[in-house]
């Protein structure tokens, strides 16, 4: 058979808990409300979306698809913020394109724009990985993540007191050769584009490096590392960065795959950084997908899978609960992002 339809059951046998609402209310630091970028909660009503909010214990859900248009701003602002001011926030983002027309005073412009997307009611700033993976600046040249010319956009966020949510690389196996090796290669055959071996790509170590550097060059800025920090398959290394940077945060976003099948270390980790773990879930709506999520923090279940495919599509293992604490709860899933994110002030 293929591998594709080799679908084996477990035959271990083991708790199952099903945790229909957060035992504490929850802060989705990082979600997608936008078709456009790769969110897929444009298509039901407003209605539909706070019921199942409330159904599942969301108070509060960040959208970070307000881009970097006014028009797409006002759209995100208007259709969601407006009509639920309690409920959403709503980030902006930069335009690498404009790089070209721009040149040199490209990374002013950008500042510049950061402002009037403040001014327009913008409540962060959104960083795709794009930067460091394809952004060019006007010579060609490819823009890593701490490119001293771009400092200038940090000191604009710190200024305007926003934090600065940034997806800076991929999981490892993303820049690994896609051969019986990567232990991601269903995933990436589904998905060719999210490959980026080097060459012509940096490397991964590249990556996480000037990632590393932005973070220590930039104290008065508040930055969140998106899907642990891009490292979560290396939680030691997320700790030390951490330890040395005060003003970084990291969200969970994505990575539940990664951190259930380590969950000793993850447990370690999320306990001993209780104050700088974000909930986030990333995902279109749906309740098993945040029940899951919940799942995996509050529970001592095993060996479960962390998605609804029979298949898991990042990986083809299964995950463990973290049955984390209460006092760490109530932190990972509400107090740390209203601090960070200066929310529900």
């Avoid at 040149?103 to 959104?126: C, D, H, M, S, T």
């Avoid at 795709?128 to 000191?155: A, E, T």
């Avoid at 930039?218 to 920090?229: E, P, Q, S, V």
Wanted: hydrophobic share 35%; charged share 25%; aromatic share 12%.
């Amino acid at each position: 058979m293929n591998l594709e339809e080799y679908v084996p059951l477990p035959s271990l046998v083991t708790k199952k808990t099903l945790v229909k609402k957060s035992r504490f209310p929850v802060i989705d630091a990082h979600n997608h409300l936008d078709e456009e970028f790769g969110g897929g909660w444009v298509n039901r009503s407003l209605s539909s979306v706070l019921a199942l909010l409330d159904d599942v214990n969301v108070k509060v859900l960040v959208d970070l698809d307000g881009g970097w248009s006014e028009k797409t701003l006002q759209k995100h602002l208007n259709q969601y913020k407006q009509k639920a001011p309690e409920t959403f926030r709503v980030f902006g983002g930069v335009d690498w394109t404009k790089w070209a027309d721009y040149g040199n005073r490209f990374p002013e412009y950008a500042a510049q724009r950061i402002r009037e997307q403040v001014r327009w009611g913008a409540e962060g700033l959104k960083i795709w990985k794009d930067l460091g993976l394809h952004v060019r600046d006007s010579d060609g040249n490819l823009i890593q993540v701490d490119d001293p010319r771009l400092k200038v956009i940090w000191q604009t966020a710190a200024e305007l007191n926003i934090p600065v949510m940034i997806h800076s690389g991929d999981p490892v196996a993303f820049f690994d050769p896609l051969d019986e090796r990567n232990e991601r290669y269903e995933e990436l055959i589904a998905h060719p584009e999210w490959h980026v071996p080097n060459p012509p790509y940096p490397k991964f170590e590249q990556m996480i490096a000037s990632f590393s550097r932005l973070i220590q060059q930039n104290k008065d800025t508040t930055f969140i590392g998106a899907h642990m920090a891009g490292y979560a398959e290396n939680l030691r290394w997320v700790g030390k960065l951490l330890d040395k940077c005060s003003n970084l945060y990291v969200d969970i976003s994505g990575r539940i795959a990664e951190l259930g099948r380590q969950p000793y270390t993850s447990r370690r980790f999320f306990i001993h950084y209780a104050d700088r773990i974000l909930f986030g879930l990333d995902e279109p709506p749906d309740k098993l997908s945040y029940q899951t999520a919940y799942r995996f923090l509050e529970t001592d279940d095993e060996y479960f899978n962390y998605a609804s495919s029979l298949i898991p599509p990042q990986g083809r293992w299964n995950i463990y609960g973290l049955y984390l604490p209460d006092d760490v709860l109530k932190k990972v899933y509400f107090d740390n992002a209203h601090r960070a994110l200066r929310i529900l002030q």
